[in-house]
């Protein structure tokens, strides 16, 4: 992993972003109202960062459904709590740290994991505890390719880190193609453009380890093989990295810390609607008005606000939300989002069902599975309860891509002592071929989970967060100099 001044640029992260003001020398009134709707850690980091950058007179009203946190959920299992969310954080996740350490939140390190990728027949590579004995396994069966693909992988990480400066320093994007070309230029674009297949490819990765390794590590991540596009396929090959971490008592603590702080006024329902509606200021200019419709259980409400930040999934196979009486259709993503089953059993593996036959306990922690291996799991890995501790016997999260009945259960557990099973809409179906939509939906429209089109994780969720309220801010101000500007050469700051 490339080091970047670990804590000299997260504290250079964080003294820039605050040195943003709030106000503005526009002699346009600051809006009085703004919706969020979504209480995720989308919509959560949107009112951290509204409230950052509008101040505090500005009521910000957060619409959630359901539970605080969305996607990043959590269920019990023999006493203990486990994420079966969002689990892991990266190290380089700058903008996740500023907010733990702004909610006097603690880390929780994760263990290491042990790797065993089974293709249907065969373990054909098991990690070791030992360092060396690893690399001579990777150097005799594919050469010198993980060191090419770690390579590869720090040239784009390097790039990607310095959205962290642009964001800093107030810039802001209307579409992630034209953040990521401001990044990294072209071939940056082309990572969403083009599958992770045919990227290692060109970079010279055999079709051996792209199957054997980069194929399940984005099975377990994401649920599918190597055609995703190569942003995706980054994002998951930086899962694998050492120093992972999560939110000691859970990732949910996040969002309700920010909400809290950020002193927002949450309502419980459900958004149906936004209708966009004219109306006179007192000097006579026109001026639009959001109109956000939900219900919540029999009866039926509305709120009208200057700005309105969407912080949910939207896409046209399922719409949620309609949009109504605007001058042209609304925007969003053509295709639709994944359908997630993780199961929790505290139970001994049968790890003879993976054709393992070493003397002594089965010993790795994570298994993933080739593309060609007919298996009804996309993986498995050992899950820690979020509050420490450990069960006398191990917990394991399956990932499948349907509902593990008890025949396939017995097939993975001769025994177990519970089972919890969990299913909900994690993220796009990726494809070369998506469109990312664009952040900006309306004058004063905008949705964040446009960036899960090309990749989803906390962290982009809250550069989405970060992003969107500084695109909010400038053009209600006519700052638009800090829109889909390059960082003028004079103040680049080299990390």
């Known amino acids: 992993m490339v080091k970047f001044g670990g804590l000299n640029l997260f504290f250079l992260v964080v003294w820039l972003g605050r040195a943003v003001t709030e106000t503005s020398n526009s002699d346009t009134p600051p809006p009085?109202?703004?919706?969020?709707?979504?209480?995720?850690?989308?919509g959560a980091s949107a009112a951290h960062f509204l409230r950052q950058y509008f101040g505090r007179s500005v009521q910000i009203d957060v619409y959630e459904s359901a539970t605080v946190g969305g996607r990043l959920a959590k269920t019990s299992i023999s006493g203990q709590e486990h994420e079966i969310g969002g689990a892991t954080i990266h190290p380089l996740s700058l903008h996740i740290k500023e907010f733990v350490q702004l909610l006097g939140l603690k880390e929780r390190k994760h263990p290491n994991n042990l790797l065993a990728v089974y293709d249907g027949e065969q373990l054909v590579f098991e990690e070791s505890e030992w360092f060396i004995v690893n690399f001579i396994k990777l150097l005799w069966r594919y050469g010198f390719d993980f060191l090419r693909v770690k390579m590869w992988l720090e040239n784009y990480q390097h790039s990607f880190m310095r959205i962290y400066q642009y964001q800093a320093m107030g810039y802001s994007?209307?579409?992630?193609e034209k953040m990521l070309q401001v990044l990294g230029g072209d071939k940056f674009v082309r990572l969403t453009k083009r599958s992770i297949d045919e990227a290692l490819q060109e970079a010279g990765i055999s079709q051996r380890f792209i199957d054997e390794m980069v194929g399940p590590i984005i099975r377990l991540t994401y649920g599918e093989g190597v055609h995703v596009n190569a942003f995706i396929g980054m994002t998951s090959l930086s899962e694998t990295e050492s120093d992972l971490w999560s939110v000691e008592d859970g990732n949910q603590l996040i969002c309700s810390g920010l909400l809290y702080s950020a002193k927002v006024n949450l309502?419980?329902?459900?958004?149906?609607s936004v209708e966009a509606k004219k109306r006179l200021r007192r000097n006579g200019d026109e001026v639009t008005i959001y109109e956000v419709n939900y219900v919540d259980g029999p009866s039926t409400s509305y709120g009208a606000y200057d700005i309105v930040i969407v912080a949910v999934p939207l896409h046209s196979s399922d719409p949620e939300i309609h949009f109504r009486a605007f001058s042209q259709p609304i925007d969003v993503a053509r295709g639709?989002?994944?359908?997630?089953?993780?199961?929790?059993v505290e139970g001994h593996l049968n790890a003879s069902f993976f054709s393992y036959h070493g003397a002594g306990p089965f010993r790795p922690t994570t298994i993933g599975t080739t593309v060609h291996s007919g298996n009804f799991i996309l993986g498995a890995s050992v899950s820690t309860p979020i509050a420490g501790g450990a069960s006398p016997t191990r917990v394991w999260k399956v990932l499948s891509p349907e509902p593990l009945g008890e025949k396939r259960l017995r097939q993975l557990f001769p025994s177990w002592a519970a089972v919890r099973q969990a299913q909900w809409l994690a993220h796009p179906r990726y494809s070369p071929d998506d469109r990312v939509p664009p952040f900006i939906l309306h004058d004063q429209l905008y949705h964040l989970n446009a960036i899960?089109?090309?990749?989803?994780?906390?962290e982009m969720m809250a550069i989405a967060a970060k992003n969107g309220a500084l695109l909010a801010h400038h053009r209600w101000f006519g700052q638009l100099d800090k829109v889909d500007q390059n960082v003028p050469q004079q103040v680049k700051v080299e990390l």
């Open 32 to 42: 009085e109202k703004i919706a969020v709707i979504g209480a995720g850690i989308g």
């Open 173 to 176: 994007f209307s579409t992630m």
């Open 452 to 458: 899960e089109w090309a990749a989803s994780t906390l």
């Open 267 to 272: 309502i419980k329902g459900k958004v149906t």
């Open 336 to 344: 639709r989002y994944q359908e997630k089953f993780v199961t929790l």
